[in-house]
């Protein structure tokens, strides 16, 4: 559940290219998880980050998924 509560906080955090969004700025997930929810960087940070990746893959799948449909 922890992860989940982050992702919904970083959505601003999303890098954008000519294809729409690209990925997360992962500086910037580091930084607001440090110093805006106060997240200790210890063996919690890891399995919320791994969680993050996989909420991030999965969101550009389906991202890719619904361009390609639109064609």
Do not use: C, F
């Not at 500086?27 to 980050?49: F, P």
């Not at 893959?57 to 064609?71: C, I």
């Amino acid at each position: 559940m922890p992860a989940w509560h982050v992702w919904l906080s970083i959505q601003t955090q999303w890098r954008v290219g000519m294809g729409g969004r690209d990925g997360l700025d992962y500086g910037s997930v580091a930084v607001y998880m440090r110093e805006v929810l106060r997240i200790k960087v210890d063996r919690r940070w890891g399995e919320i980050w791994r969680g993050l990746q996989a909420m991030e893959h999965a969101a550009l799948q389906a991202w890719s998924e619904m361009l390609n449909d639109n064609k």
